[in-house]
């Protein structure tokens, strides 16, 4: 299973954008790119997920590099209930979550 | 609101004891992991159900056990419980096979061992 990189933390204005950006270069042909978040103490919440094509949804949107290797999860405004920790998963069969960004929105 | 229900929120013992978790998938979801998150492991995936048949297993010690139930509830039993089992179980569950990544995840049990 691929090994991902996510910075340990992010700042961002409520209203802003927050782009999460996450790397995957050992990701191979079947694995798809999923996000999820973490609001403290709480049970994770699955956003969005993506093979080859960019993808969005009514919480977010996912880029994902031509080559792969690469991916970013965007909030487009920011809100403060976003706040959490985002987890960039690449796995083919069980969930694996690694140490994920914390995302801090303030106002 | 996940529709993912677990029991108890809460739930304190000693060393040495016994306890049972329980979860109830999303009606129609037949899959269902368990997971363990303690503040030194991180989110560790536990064991996966799926229509009642064990279907993966991840870092699930042997002291801790797992069934689904016909209604495809699921229990997690951990027994001969020590101090470093204190920890947030969660549950999650997801359609079947096929898209056995994107789950969806209960509000947890917090088990704290004394």
């Known amino acids: 299973d691929a090994k991902t990189t996510q910075p340990t933390s992010m700042d961002c204005a409520e209203g802003r954008a927050a782009n999460l950006p996450c790397n995957h270069s050992?990701?191979?042909?079947?694995?798809?790119v999923y996000w999820y978040r973490q609001i403290h103490s709480q049970g994770p919440q699955y956003i969005i997920h993506g093979l080859k094509n960019n993808e969005t949804n009514e919480m977010a949107s996912l880029i994902i590099t031509e080559d792969r290797k690469s991916s970013t999860l965007i909030l487009p405004h920011a809100t403060l209930r976003d706040t959490a920790v985002y987890y960039c998963?690449?796995?083919?069969?069980?969930?694996?979550f690694g140490k994920g960004t914390m995302l801090l929105v303030s106002p | 609101d996940s529709g993912v229900t677990q029991t108890p929120k809460h739930l304190i013992t000693a060393t040495g004891q016994r306890v049972t978790l329980r979860c109830s998938p999303r009606s129609g979801d037949l899959s269902v992991y368990w997971y363990q998150q303690s503040l030194d492991q991180g989110l560790q995936f536990l064991i996966q159900?799926?229509?009642?048949?064990?279907?993966a297993k991840g870092n699930i010690l042997e002291r801790f056990s797992a069934q689904q139930f016909p209604d495809l509830h699921s229990e997690l039993n951990l027994s001969s419980l020590e101090l470093g089992d204190s920890a947030l179980y969660f549950c999650a569950s997801s359609v079947g096979l096929g898209e056995r990544l994107k789950q969806y995840f209960g509000p947890g049990t917090r088990l704290t061992v004394t």
């Open positions: 159900y799926y229509n009642g048949e064990e279907r």
């Open positions: 050992t990701i191979s042909g079947n694995e798809y």
């Open positions: 998963i690449v796995r083919v069969s069980t969930l694996t």
